[in-house]
């Protein structure tokens, strides 16, 4: 069996293939291909992605649940699932009709902020996530952040509206611009009295403030999407500037 995820190819031995079947993170996998499959025409994708975003209430419900992290009762199935998931939002928002399915979904916003900050500050989760690095496959958490980033820039995007070389926000788009900017870093549920959000994250990375830890490490998180985002939920910056 051959499996895409990211740039990567996963070729499982045909004597491994009742357990992979098994892992929930596999069926994720295979959603993203089919979220990804141009070959259908644009607009029966757009149907299909709009389809899988509808459906998928059971697995955004325990996948954005980042203190009790279990999926079918299983901390391995989540931990399995988890890098696939973040991929299947990027890939879902590539449609402009799935955005708002996805942003109305409890904690898919909060998850795709606040696992760009995992590597500093939610250390339970990358120690917790040890026992099933099989399962997770290299660069796991640097491949989560990098497709939360580009997911939340996919999102904006969608929203923004052009003007004499600027872009801007207006109604609902405006309302989830200042949304985004103001999630709390880390998931209040596990912190509550987290009080850093979102854009001052990262304008303090972007400014080298050296005494902010928040997302200093670089394995984390890609400076591109920073800028991007920064452009994106400040309004600041012509299109010319984007990064990606």
């Known amino acids: 069996?051959?499996?895409?995820?990211?740039?990567?190819?996963?070729?499982?031995?045909?004597?491994?293939?009742?357990?992979v079947v098994d892992e929930p993170g596999v069926w994720v996998v295979l959603l993203i291909n089919v979220a990804g499959s141009l070959g259908l025409g644009n607009k029966r994708l757009d149907e299909v992605r709009m389809q899988i975003a509808c459906d998928m209430a059971?697995?955004?419900?325990?996948?954005?649940?980042?203190?009790k992290r279990e999926l079918f009762q299983s901390k391995q199935y989540w931990f399995g699932a988890i890098r696939p998931f973040v991929q299947l939002v990027y890939s879902l928002?590539?449609?402009?009709?799935?955005?708002p399915v996805l942003m109305g979904y409890d904690g898919v916003r909060e998850l795709m902020v606040q696992s760009l900050f995992w590597g500093v500050h939610r250390q339970d989760i990358i120690a917790e996530a040890e026992p099933f690095k099989e399962v997770m496959q290299p660069d796991a958490f640097a491949f989560i952040a990098d497709y939360a980033g580009a997911a939340l820039v996919r999102v904006l995007k969608s929203y923004e509206k052009e003007?004499?070389?600027?872009?801007?926000?207006?109604?609902?788009?405006?309302?989830?611009n200042i949304s985004i900017g103001t999630t709390p870093i880390t998931n209040r549920a596990y912190d509550p009295s987290c009080g850093s959000i979102f854009i001052s994250g990262l304008v303090s990375l972007l400014k080298g403030d050296n005494t902010?830890?928040?997302?200093?490490?670089p394995k984390f998180f890609n400076k591109k999407d920073t800028r991007t985002?920064?452009?994106?939920l400040t309004g600041k910056a012509s299109r010319s500037s984007w990064c990606i």
């Open 1 to 19: 069996m051959r499996l895409v995820i990211g740039n990567k190819v996963i070729n499982y031995p045909e004597e491994k293939m009742e357990s």
């Open 58 to 67: 059971p697995l955004v419900n325990c996948m954005c649940d980042d203190v």
């Open 93 to 99: 928002a590539e449609s402009d009709n799935t955005v």
């Open 163 to 176: 003007g004499e070389n600027k872009f801007y926000f207006e109604g609902k788009g405006k309302e989830l």
């Open 212 to 217: 902010n830890d928040i997302l200093t490490s």
């Open 229 to 232: 985002l920064v452009t994106l």
